[in-house]
């Protein structure tokens, strides 16, 4: 049934998709992962609370979204974007003192340049989940030109799976650090590539963008960090 009512997968599909998948999958990935590396998993769940604020931001740049500011909606709306972006302001400024006391004889140059590699992290966080929103901007018009929710995420998860095997390919290029030794490994790549096909699926087959519905489970960024780490 889909392939006779499937419409004809055209050049600017293609590229669409392209798109959508550097954005979704490698670029978001790739600074997300790369930021966890500086900082903790604790802070980039914490980061994903942005999400909705960064999306509804880029939704109201790129006119997908309308602000009435004459309703009580509209200044919580504006008023819950302002609180999440500056918990995660002070979440980057603030980077906190250590737990424990393995850290006395620590050096001030070593602080400083550890303070400045939070800031890093954070930064390459937020890009992170920046790339995510408008991955999902992106999506809306994708699912609008091709409505073929399954076979545009076949498509998208190919030209992810592609784009981060390039990018894997110019970051690492020692076969050994490919090579997953441990089963703890092996089942957090487990966990992250059904997370990301789920979520691939989802939003492939979402025509709209809904604000309320992107939350994420501490356990799925504890695979992120896990992957970034090994």
């Known amino acids: 049934m889909v392939r006779k009512t499937r419409p004809k997968l055209t050049t600017s599909v293609s590229c669409q998709l392209f798109v959508s998948g550097l954005?979704?999958?490698?670029?978001?990935?790739?600074?997300?992962?790369?930021?966890?590396?500086?900082?903790?998993?604790?802070?980039?769940?914490?980061?994903?609370?942005?999400?909705?604020?960064?999306?509804?931001?880029?939704?109201?740049?790129?006119?997908?979204?309308?602000?009435?500011?004459?309703?009580?909606?509209?200044?919580?709306?504006?008023?819950?974007?302002?609180i999440s972006l500056a918990g995660a302001l002070i979440l980057t400024l603030y980077q906190g003192i250590p737990l424990s006391n393995s850290q006395e004889h620590t050096t001030i140059s070593h602080i400083q340049k550890g303070h400045e590699n939070w800031i890093k992290g954070?930064?390459?966080?937020?890009?992170?989940?920046?790339?995510?929103?408008?991955?999902?901007?992106?999506?809306?018009?994708?699912?609008?030109?091709?409505?073929?929710?399954?076979?545009?995420?076949?498509?998208?998860?190919?030209?992810?799976?592609?784009?981060?095997?390039?990018?894997?390919?110019?970051?690492?290029?020692?076969?050994?650090?490919?090579?997953?030794?441990?089963?703890?490994?092996i089942v957090t790549v487990i966990i992250a590539v059904h997370k990301e096909c789920v979520r691939w699926e989802y939003h492939g087959a979402s025509n709209n963008v809904d604000l309320s519905l992107h939350h994420h489970s501490v356990l799925s960024h504890l695979c992120s960090q896990q992957c970034s780490t090994s």
């Open 23 to 82: 954005f979704g999958a490698s670029l978001m990935q790739y600074f997300y992962l790369l930021g966890l590396s500086y900082t903790s998993a604790t802070l980039g769940s914490a980061f994903w609370g942005t999400l909705p604020a960064i999306t509804f931001i880029l939704a109201l740049i790129f006119r997908f979204e309308k602000l009435n500011l004459k309703t009580k909606t509209g200044y919580g709306v504006i008023l819950g974007a302002i």
């Open 122 to 185: 954070c930064f390459l966080l937020s890009l992170g989940v920046t790339f995510f929103s408008s991955w999902m901007l992106i999506q809306a018009k994708v699912n609008v030109s091709y409505p073929c929710p399954y076979s545009g995420t076949v498509i998208l998860s190919v030209f992810g799976t592609l784009q981060c095997a390039l990018l894997s390919l110019i970051n690492t290029r020692h076969v050994e650090d490919w090579i997953l030794r441990d089963k703890l490994t």
